[in-house]
């Protein structure tokens, strides 16, 4: 492969080396599902979707991993706010998650393994980090269970910190710590806690910490050593951190490169649900199409910091509708041009070989795609089949086809039923959250716009149910 990526392991760009020629393994952390999905989080599944493509694009046969978080403290609170039980707040916003993958146009993980059906592995993975001296069961008789971080010299290595320079880790009691930086592998079961949230261990009844899911789920879906792993910047430290120290401890060599995006910003800050400044997937794309916000999330380098507003928004969607004119114009001249696998330009793919550049993948096709301006005055020629099959292949790399199926509406991707189920389920999960907001009149509204529609809903102690309401004899 040609193909140069940054590591931020090394902080450097270096040409890429798979595991096993020809195959590449890639986990990258999906989202602890609280509540539904902001576009912040959307970048980073963008970001994901293109390197897959391109990937494939090079003859590369590709294999995601992306987890979902069914089961942490914020979920625990969330749903005893709302009312409603833990799992179900959990697989409602699951849920909305895959539909806001799905409205991006992002390609469906490989795999998308919950945390909960993975705790055997979990405990295994505790049990022998227990046995080699690198974690401990906390002495204060909480069941929680830590790794020891000074009992792995090299830990800091990923984010380049000092031990001694490190903040103490905010993730349990310290009371039951040796070293206030010491990390939670296991949380001991709480009074007060549904019992349905809680597994038997060894070491008592509990759940898992978030570093020790992933570390388990990996090893069960990549092996022992895979190609990247990935995530949000902000995920460097702690989470991948604590990730490699206790997968590295466990004897496994974890992941060769270790890629981050860049952080979407609103207002100067990172666009997080803990700051309360979130943008709803279906939100946003009331203001804009779906494939042209997924155009404003590609055109910035993934490395690069994104300030997010509305008028920047506006002028990547019109940017988009340029090329999707020449695009439709030049299809209806040539009375259509069949699939966009064809061919990219050499600067386009010398762009997606360095690291992902796709500003100047844009570029490249920006100056494609004058030529065959200039080409479609003249009508249809065989240039300009050739210029507008190059011009689609290149939009394909980056899910930005304007003629493909997820955006054209044609083929059938869904049946009616699956669609609205999609729909619903993504408007619930908004309920939910403003209801854990307190917001009722929000969540009213949403109810109210459903019933509208005619989608009943029912609130049950499992969480809400929808029907569609029957019709009258006449239709109406």
Known sequence: ???????????????????????????????????????????????????????????????????????????????????????????????????????????????????????????????????????????????????????????????????????????????????????????????GEPRSASWPTPFGRGRPGWHLECSAMVGKYLGAEFDIH?????????????????????????????????????????????????????????????????????????RSVVEFSFEALEEMASAYQRIEGFVRRADEVLGGTGDSTGMVCAEFAEAMDDDLSVPAALAALQAVLREGNKLLVDGPSDALRGTLLSVRSMLDVLGLDPLSPQWDGAGDRTDLHQVVDRLVSLALAERAEARVRKDYPAADRVRHSLSAAGVVVEDTPAGPRWTLEEAEPDGR
């Open 230 to 302: 990935g995530g949000g910047l902000d995920l460097r430290f702690p989470h991948h951190e604590n990730e490699l120290a206790q997968s590295r401890a466990a004897g496994r060599p974890f992941a060769r490169w270790w890629m981050h995006n860049a952080m979407l910003n609103l207002g100067g800050s990172k666009m997080s649900k803990s700051v309360g400044n979130t943008m709803l997937v279906t939100e946003v794309v009331k203001q804009v199409r779906p494939v042209e916000l997924r155009y404003y999330l590609v055109a910035s380098h993934y």
């Open 1 to 191: 492969m040609s193909f140069r990526l940054y590591d931020t392991a090394t902080r450097a760009v270096r040409d890429f080396e798979p595991l096993v020629e020809g195959e590449v393994g890639i986990y990258h952390c999906g989202l602890t599902v609280q509540g539904p999905p902001h576009i912040g989080h959307i970048r980073k599944e963008v970001v994901f979707d293109v390197l897959r493509r391109w990937l494939e694009r090079s003859g590369v046969q590709v294999t995601v991993v992306g987890n979902v978080t069914d089961i942490d403290d914020k979920i625990l609170a969330r749903s005893a706010e709302a009312g409603v039980p833990w799992w179900a707040l959990a697989y409602a916003n699951e849920r909305a998650l895959g539909v806001a993958y799905d409205v991006l146009g992002c390609l469906p993980p490989t795999y998308e393994p919950r945390a909960t059906g993975h705790v055997p592995e979990m405990v295994e993975l505790m049990e022998q980090l227990v046995a080699a001296g690198h974690a401990y069961p906390a002495e204060d008789g909480s069941g929680d269970v830590y790794f020891d971080v000074r009992s792995w010299p090299a830990y800091g290595e990923l984010s380049n910190q000092n031990i001694e320079d490190m903040a103490a880790a905010a993730d349990a009691d310290p009371r039951g710590k040796r070293d206030p930086r010491d990390f939670a592998l296991w949380k001991g079961h709480k009074e």
